[in-house]
Nanobody
Framework: QVQLVESGGGSVQAGGSLRLSCAASGYTYSSYCMGWFRQAPGKEREGVAAIDSDGRTSYADSVKGRFTISNDNAKNTLYLQMNSLKPEDTAMYYC?????????????????WGKGTLVTVSS
């Protein structure tokens, strides 16, 4: 079955960096669109970044220029490099996969979700 397992979260001071990883299994990883989402306490989940099978990417305006999404198809792993972190980036970060042709680059139609990894940014 499809499994997505996130790692790499932690606590960091404002201005610092973290790299999140998402190990995928149970499907042909390189054929589908993947994304990172986050949910802060008391807020709705929002899309952060996505990458499709052709390498096209999309980012939320709030993270453009600071976050970079990438793939390692040989390792079936999705990454999110987060630089210049801000306290408002504090959230649970989730990896998600679009296996049925949703609008992944628009942060819709994700079919499978990981359990998340917590990122805390202190000022």
């Amino acid at each position: 079955q499809v499994q997505l397992v996130e790692s790499g979260g932690g606590s960091v001071q404002a201005g610092g960096s973290l790299r999140l990883s998402c190990a995928a299994s149970g499907y042909t990883y390189s054929s589908y669109c993947m994304g990172w989402f986050r949910q802060a306490p008391g807020k709705e989940r929002e899309g952060v970044a996505a990458i499709d099978s052709d390498g096209r990417t999309s980012y939320a305006d709030s993270v453009k220029g600071r976050f970079t999404i990438s793939n390692d198809n040989a390792k079936n792993t999705l990454y999110l490099q987060m630089n210049s972190l801000k306290p408002e980036d504090t959230a649970m970060y989730y990896c998600a996969a679009d296996l049925v042709g949703g609008s992944c680059l628009y942060f819709y139609g994700m079919d499978y979700w990981g359990k998340g990894t917590l990122v805390t940014v202190s000022s």
